[in-house]
């Protein structure tokens, strides 16, 4: 066992490893938390020139931020080239109304390592030597259309000479309250100079409120030292090693007077007063030395091509001598941290391959973030506050006033995507198992607890829109988790299962209630996550009383039915009463499948038989029955819903076998639907998926066509075939469109930053990969296609599917040529030695060139790259 895997068996005893991490946001700003303006429009509400001068209410953002478990104590880092016009506090981005393609950060900044309790960290920043070109970038993107790229950070040329700084930050542990702070500045240019470091504590503004009575305190000791007094969390010493130019000191409040020309209230020394110090002259900073935010003041120069180190040290224990040890602990944190993942990638030999695996993990690992968000007082205000427009009260999220958010939960993208989105966090949770499946578990937990599952049995979609629907995953994710951990571990954890179990039968009995209007077993759903992958939005349809029904809604129905019949076989084998639960979703599986093949009673048929294909159907008053015909990831999506039942299943639980026979008997026509039940497969399986035989072949020659779905880099979300045959419809005297875009969007009526109709998708990829690896298991070695279709070769099912997974990877790895797809065009990040190794795991990819597009951080749901590395060594 590792060092590291014995610290997490420590946290299990109770041991707080976990209680400090990288839990600040990369942005607070223009979140909907901090939104109290009449309009609702977050985006506007806080801008980023803002805000170093406002004090956040829910949240606190910061470079390479660090912080206990609920931002009481907060550290990090700022710089200043002595150029710049403030100071660099926080990542800059466009906002939604400014990028051409939506929200977009404007920063060179990579998560390279960290362990799961984080014992060691480490992430790069890179910031110009000369004036960063803010103002360069909002009007060059402003000036761009959809049809144009971005304008990024490197296209301004600032980068160009090599005129820049590379910080690397690192941070380890001596014990869960002894925390070793270092940035390692290298000057990559010709020639040397300045930078000025500002180490930043502070606390989060939790007085302001009216909530907490009580103001903590961080005061200067001596000229390398500052005491931090926290009335819940104790004292922390703060000792500064290297030469210290002095200690600034101001308050985590508001400047009023710069936002609203009004005088200051909270303090004399706001929130922007070090900048102000700093940056202009001004003397804005404390005198006493005490204050809510404080920060030492470095001042290096940097030779030409070398390096600076300044170095910290924050202890709940007074140390006589803070450096003494401090070398050495931070090596051997380095090497326990190459020990556990030795182990964690024990069979993969590829060392490029290693590297993608680790800094996705590092990125999943970084991506944490302490998530405040209580409804009811954001709607109705605080009493130290001003109150809230009462516009609210009717307006986004007033239907989730039971929703009390205040946990550490794994985001999206911490810049682009701030806030939990329950789709995506059930993918993180996949590759997480690997490193720390107690995480993974407490992660899919959380969103089933009562103050977040709303009382009808909605799971929260995410913060712009609680009541959005996301595709029904969870319960394949705690499946999946369950699997991944009892696997590795030896021992399956009931306890788990059963806790997730009985709340995912509360949301499936929503999505039964709420999305299946007409009691057809045929759902709506709207978009589902796939933006903007139809003719139109697919949460609001153009055409009044029309409804929509979907096949990709349907098919993840049929899919979430299979879970959870899946989870009440495991629970069967342990505890038998589950054997009734099992027999309820078996059914339901049927009544779907049924519908989605017009068998029962409905005359509604998603299959085309023309196309050989899935489609959604759209009813309007005059023209009931239309067929959406595009060819997108929604017809692949009934490949999801599969299930393989071994014989032991069906031997050791009587009741369900015998309940099972009944309904058979009983419902012929069902039961012709059940792919192969009555055939054995390989090693006795039985087979239960939607698509039989044929279907299943004609989806997945579709899926296997260069000229169709497959591209060089994985499947793409909407047919090629769509590239020189747009699908048009005209409805209700619109004319629509769908074209194939293998990049970024043309269209902002979607969101800005998303496109489904074109590009290659991990999640839902990853997914096609679990069906296929499934039908593998079922119809064996002996059952061959054609793959790609057109190449004369055939290969098995489980060989398709190690091809797609190889081409899912490529995208990160190094070709023939040495240059990585995901920088496609990007002469530095191909060639340059400080750029060619560093990963950015993107939100989408090109499905052309595999070029990554949309969140640049986006380790969420790309991190399933992990995963498919160790599958693919496994």
């Given at each position: 066992?590792?060092?590291?895997?014995?610290?997490?068996?420590?946290?299990?005893?109770?041991?707080?490893?976990?209680?400090?991490?990288?839990?600040?946001?990369?942005?607070?700003?223009?979140?909907?938390?901090?939104?109290?303006?009449?309009?609702?429009?977050?985006?506007?509400?806080?801008?980023?020139?803002?805000?170093?001068?406002?004090?956040?209410?829910?949240?606190?953002?910061?470079?390479?931020?660090?912080?206990?478990?609920?931002?009481?104590?907060?550290?990090?880092?700022?710089?200043?080239?002595?150029?710049?016009?403030?100071?660099?506090?926080?990542?800059?981005?466009?906002?939604?109304?400014?990028?051409?393609?939506?929200?977009?950060?404007?920063?060179?900044?990579?998560?390279?390592?960290?362990?799961?309790?984080?014992?060691?960290?480490?992430?790069?920043?890179?910031?110009?030597?000369?004036?960063?070109?803010?103002?360069?970038?909002?009007?060059?993107?402003?000036?761009?259309?959809?049809?144009?790229?971005?304008?990024?950070?490197?296209?301004?040329?600032?980068?160009?000479?090599?005129?820049?700084?590379?910080?690397?930050?690192?941070?380890?542990?001596?014990?869960?309250?002894?925390?070793?702070?270092?940035?390692?500045?290298?000057?990559?240019?010709?020639?040397?100079?300045?930078?000025?470091?500002?180490?930043?504590?502070?606390?989060?503004?939790?007085?302001?409120?009216?909530?907490?009575?009580?103001?903590?305190?961080?005061?200067?000791?001596?000229?390398?030292?500052?005491?931090?007094?926290?009335?819940?969390?104790?004292?922390?010493?703060?000792?500064?090693?290297?030469?210290?130019?002095?200690?600034?000191?101001?308050?985590?409040?508001?400047?009023?007077?710069?936002?609203?020309?009004?005088?200051?209230?909270?303090?004399?020394?706001?929130?922007?007063?070090?900048?102000?110090?700093?940056?202009?002259?001004?003397?804005?900073?404390?005198?006493?030395?005490?204050?809510?935010?404080?920060?030492?003041?470095?001042?290096?120069?940097?030779?030409?091509?070398?390096?600076?180190?300044?170095?910290?040290?924050?202890?709940?224990?007074?140390?006589?001598?803070?450096f003494s040890d401090y070398q050495e602990l931070l090596e051997k944190r380095i090497a326990e941290a190459d020990s556990f993942?030795?182990?964690?990638?024990?069979?993969?030999?590829?060392k490029d391959l290693k590297n993608i695996q680790r800094q996705a993990f590092a990125g999943m690992m970084w991506s944490k973030?302490?998530?405040?968000?209580?409804?009811?007082?954001?709607?109705?205000?605080?009493?130290?506050?001003?109150?809230?427009?009462?516009?609210?009260?009717?307006?986004?999220?007033?239907?989730?006033?039971?929703?009390?958010?205040?946990?550490?939960?794994?985001?999206?993208?911490?810049?682009?995507?701030?806030?939990?989105?329950?789709?995506?966090?059930?993918?993180?949770?996949?590759?997480?198992?690997?490193?720390?499946?107690?995480?993974?578990?407490?992660?899919?937990?959380?969103?089933?607890?009562?103050?977040?599952?709303?009382?009808?049995?909605?799971?929260?979609?995410?913060?712009?829109?609680?009541?959005?629907?996301?595709?029904?995953?969870?319960?394949?994710?705690?499946?999946?988790?369950?699997?991944?951990?009892?696997?590795?571990?030896?021992?399956?954890?009931?306890?788990?299962?059963?806790?997730?179990?009985?709340?995912?039968?509360?949301?499936?009995?929503?999505?039964?209630?709420?999305?299946?209007?007409?009691?057809?077993?045929?759902?709506?759903?709207?978009?589902?996550?796939?933006?903007?992958?139809?003719?139109?939005?697919?949460?609001?349809?153009?055409?009044?009383?029309?409804?929509?029904?979907?096949?990709?809604?349907?098919?993840?129905?049929?899919?979430f039915s299979l879970n959870m019949l899946r989870i009440s076989l495991d629970l069967s084998m342990e505890y038998p009463v589950?054997?009734?639960?099992?027999?309820?979703?078996?059914?339901?599986?049927?009544?779907?499948?049924?519908?989605?093949?017009?068998?029962?009673?409905?005359?509604?048929?998603?299959?085309?038989?023309?196309?050989?294909?899935?489609?959604?159907?759209?009813?309007?008053?005059?023209?009931?029955?239309?067929?959406?015909?595009?060819?997108?990831?929604?017809?692949?999506?009934?490949?999801?819903?599969?299930?393989?039942?071994?014989?032991?299943?069906?031997?050791?639980?009587?009741?369900?076998?015998?309940?099972?026979?009944?309904?058979?008997?009983?419902?012929?026509?069902?039961?012709?639907?059940?792919?192969?039940?009555?055939?054995?497969?390989?090693?006795?399986?039985?087979?239960?998926?939607?698509?039989?035989?044929?279907?299943?072949?004609?989806?997945?020659?579709?899926?296997?066509?260069?000229?169709?779905?497959?591209?060089?880099?994985?499947?793409?979300?909407?047919?090629?075939?769509?590239?020189?045959?747009?699908?048009?419809?005209?409805?209700?005297?619109?004319?629509?469109?769908?074209?194939?875009?293998?990049?970024?969007?043309?269209?902002?009526?979607?969101?800005?930053?998303?496109?489904?109709?074109?590009?290659?998708?991990?999640?839902?990829?990853?997914?096609?990969?679990?069906?296929?690896?499934?039908?593998?298991?079922?119809?064996?070695?002996?059952?061959?296609?054609?793959?790609?279709?057109?190449?004369?070769?055939?290969?098995?099912?489980?060989?398709?599917?190690?091809?797609?997974?190889?081409?899912?990877?490529?995208?990160?790895?190094?070709?023939?040529?040495?240059?990585?797809?995901?920088?496609?065009?990007?002469?530095?990040?191909?060639?340059?030695?400080?750029?060619?190794?560093?990963?950015?795991?993107?939100?989408?990819?090109?499905?052309?060139?595999?070029?990554?597009?949309?969140?640049?951080?986006?380790?969420?749901?790309?991190?399933?790259?992990?995963?498919?590395?160790?599958?693919?060594?496994?």
């Open positions: 066992m590792t060092q590291e895997e014995k610290r997490l068996e420590e946290c299990r005893k109770g041991i707080s490893w976990k209680e400090w991490g990288p839990y600040l946001s990369e942005r607070q700003w223009a979140t909907v938390r901090e939104d109290y303006t009449e309009s609702g429009n977050a985006w506007e509400s806080i801008v980023h020139d803002q805000a170093r001068s406002k004090s956040y209410r829910w949240g606190e953002d910061g470079i390479g931020g660090f912080s206990n478990s609920d931002q009481r104590i907060c550290f990090a880092w700022a710089f200043w080239n002595g150029k710049d016009q403030i100071l660099k506090e926080r990542l800059f981005g466009l906002t939604g109304h400014e990028g051409n393609h939506g929200e977009d950060v404007k920063e060179l900044y990579f998560y390279l390592d960290s362990t799961p309790t984080h014992s060691y960290m480490k992430m790069l920043y890179k910031y110009p030597i000369n004036e960063f070109p803010y103002s360069d970038m909002v009007v060059e993107n402003l000036k761009r259309t959809k049809k144009q790229r971005e304008y990024e950070i490197l296209d301004t040329g600032v980068f160009d000479k090599d005129e820049y700084f590379d910080i690397f930050l690192e941070y380890a542990k001596g014990a869960p309250d002894d925390f070793l702070l270092r940035a390692e500045v290298h000057n990559r240019s010709d020639k040397e100079a300045e930078l000025t470091l500002l180490p930043t504590f502070w606390f989060r503004n939790t007085w302001s409120s009216g909530r907490d009575s009580h103001i903590p305190e961080i005061l200067q000791v001596s000229a390398t030292e500052m005491l931090i007094k926290h009335h819940l969390l104790g004292d922390y010493h703060v000792y500064f090693g290297g030469e210290v130019k002095e200690q600034m000191y101001c308050d985590n409040a508001t400047n009023r007077v710069r936002l609203y020309g009004v005088p200051n209230k909270q303090s004399n020394y706001p929130k922007d007063a070090i900048n102000d110090y700093i940056v202009n002259g001004k003397k804005t900073i404390n005198p006493q030395k005490k204050g809510t935010k404080a920060a030492a003041h470095f001042k290096v120069t940097v030779p030409a091509k070398g390096s600076k180190t300044v170095e910290i040290r924050m202890s709940a224990k007074a140390l006589d001598q803070p993942y030795r182990s964690i990638q024990a069979r993969v030999i590829d973030q302490f998530y405040y968000y209580n409804i009811k007082n954001w709607i109705h205000g605080d009493p130290g506050r001003m109150k809230p427009s009462a516009s609210r009260k009717k307006g986004r999220n007033s239907d989730w006033q039971h929703v009390y958010n205040y946990d550490i939960l794994s985001m999206p993208d911490k810049w682009e995507y701030p806030w939990f989105a329950a789709w995506d966090l059930a993918f993180h949770c996949i590759p997480i198992t690997r490193i720390d499946p107690d995480f993974a578990k407490d992660q899919l937990l959380l969103l089933l607890k009562d103050r977040y599952l709303h009382p009808n049995g909605q799971i929260p979609a995410y913060e712009w829109n609680f009541s959005d629907v996301n595709p029904p995953v969870h319960a394949w994710a705690v499946l999946r988790v369950f699997q991944i951990d009892r696997e590795t571990t030896g021992k399956p954890d009931f306890d788990f299962l059963q806790r997730a179990f009985h709340k995912l039968s509360i949301n499936f009995t929503w999505w039964v209630n709420r999305k299946d209007k007409e009691g057809n077993n045929v759902f709506e759903g709207g978009f589902l996550g796939l933006d903007n992958i139809g003719v139109f939005d697919r949460n609001h349809p153009v055409v009044e009383d029309a409804r929509l029904e979907q096949a990709d809604s349907t098919s993840w129905m049929a899919m589950y054997q009734d639960m099992a027999v309820k979703f078996f059914e339901h599986f049927l009544y779907i499948a049924g519908a989605m093949n017009s068998i029962g009673d409905t005359d509604v048929d998603l299959w085309d038989d023309e196309d050989n294909f899935y489609y959604d159907v759209m009813h309007t008053p005059d023209q009931p029955n239309q067929r959406m015909k595009v060819r997108s990831m929604v017809g692949l999506i009934p490949l999801f819903a599969i299930e393989i039942l071994r014989t032991e299943v069906y031997s050791r639980l009587p009741e369900f076998r015998e309940r099972l026979d009944f309904f058979l008997k009983e419902r012929p026509k069902l039961a012709s639907l059940v792919a192969r039940w009555e055939e054995p497969g390989e090693g006795e399986h039985r087979l239960l998926s939607i698509l039989r035989g044929f279907r299943m072949k004609r989806i997945i020659e579709r899926m296997s066509d260069e000229n169709e779905f497959l591209s060089k880099y994985g499947i793409r979300a909407l047919s090629k075939f769509h590239l020189k045959n747009p699908y048009k419809l005209e409805i209700d005297g619109q004319k629509l469109e769908v074209a194939y875009l293998p990049g970024e969007s043309d269209s902002s009526f979607f969101g800005g930053n998303s496109n489904w109709r074109g590009p290659i998708w991990f999640p839902v990829n990853y997914l096609i990969l679990e069906s296929l690896l499934k039908y593998s298991h079922y119809y064996g070695k002996d059952y061959l296609v054609e793959f790609p279709i057109g190449s004369g070769v055939k290969h098995t099912l489980r060989d398709v599917t190690r091809e797609i997974c190889l081409r899912l990877m490529k995208i990160f790895m190094k070709d023939e040529n040495g240059e990585r797809p995901v920088y496609v065009g990007n002469k530095k990040f191909q060639t340059d030695p400080h750029f060619k190794d560093y990963i950015l795991f993107y939100e989408y990819f090109n499905g052309d060139t595999g070029e990554g597009l949309g969140a640049s951080h986006q380790t969420g749901w790309t991190g399933l790259v992990a995963e498919l590395i160790h599958r693919y060594h496994n």
